[in-house]
């Protein structure tokens, strides 16, 4: 079953190239591509990162930061919509139902002309960085961004980072509720408090439960990245879009494009699976 479904992609990967070449009498100039990762100074003869390599790491650092302020939010709001209070859910509930029914492209969109312009430029983040050494510079572009973008990149990342802690939220409140009452008794029993039945025994049983569902939301953070391209974050679909404009190989861009945002996820995928049978075979 597997060769036959590797099979009809190959055939189908075959016949879109043949059809372009023969009906659209399209010019592929895939030699081109390697350029835009890495390309070497001439006058120098050192090597650097182009605009596709440049943009991969910017959607790797986008994911990965809007990924982890998600799950600090979604983990709050996941255990108050679990076991907090009377208000504590309604806050949970409120949050949640209100953010997972925005667009993710309307709520980035709201970040960036509201947040960014009227908070983020008024703490002068950019200046501030302006200011510091040139080292200290490259040590923030590396882990987040250069000072031309850094107001645009950490509106990027909360906005980000609110959509998908709506999601995880909801993982994490299901994780809780799936723990059975007799753990709760048993811990009582013991002598532990409620405070520390739900830190010490229920929080790190609930997390093991959804540990994959989380990093299957990792993955859909990748993907949902490629959204702040609107407000020009230099990510992989931003790149693409400003290669396309300037060199016409429409065709050749995504391409590459489309492969890069499949090894990302694809190659995160496969890892959690093999993590988990692993993990199943343990228990």
């Known amino acids: 079953m597997d060769f036959l479904a590797a099979f009809m992609v190959i055939v189908a990967i075959s016949f879109f190239f043949s059809r372009m070449g023969s009906v ?4 592929w100039q895939w030699e081109s591509i390697p350029g835009y990762f890495m390309f070497k100074d001439a006058e120098t003869g050192q090597f650097h990162t182009n605009m596709l390599l440049i943009g991969f790491f910017t959607t790797i650092r986008l994911s990965i930061w809007a990924t982890g302020i998600g799950f600090l939010l979604g983990t709050i709001s996941g255990m108050m919509g679990a076991k907090g209070s009377i ?6 509930r409120l949050y949640v139902e209100t953010i997972r029914n925005i667009p993710s492209l309307v709520l980035v969109i709201l970040f960036y002309y509201f947040v960014s312009s009227q908070f983020l430029d008024s703490l002068r983040l950019d200046l501030w960085l302006r200011n510091q050494s040139q080292g200290f510079q490259g040590v923030m572009e590396f882990i987040l961004a250069g000072p031309g973008q850094i107001n645009a990149f950490v509106s990027a990342v909360i906005a980000l980072a609110i959509y998908e802690g709506a999601y995880i939220s909801e993982i994490v409140r299901g994780g809780i509720n799936g723990i059975p009452q007799g753990q709760w008794e048993a811990s009582w029993s013991l002598g532990l408090s409620r405070p520390k039945t739900f830190l010490l025994v229920v929080l790190p049983q609930a997390f093991r ?3 994959f569902p989380l990093a299957g939301q990792f993955i859909s953070t990748i993907k949902d990245s490629a959204i702040v391209s609107v ?3 230099q990510e992989l679909t931003f790149q693409g879009m400003e290669l396309m404009a300037a060199t016409f ?7 590459t494009i489309t492969l890069l945002y499949f090894i990302l996820t694809f190659s995160l995928s496969r890892s959690m ?3 988990e049978k692993k993990a199943s075979q343990m228990y």
């Open 24 to 27: 659209l009498t399209y010019d």
């Open 87 to 92: 208000t504590q859910r309604f806050i949970s």
């Open 209 to 211: 439960q959804v540990a």
């Open 231 to 233: 407000i020009s974050i």
């Open 249 to 255: 190989l429409t065709f050749e861009i995504w391409i």
């Open 273 to 275: 699976a093999f993590i």
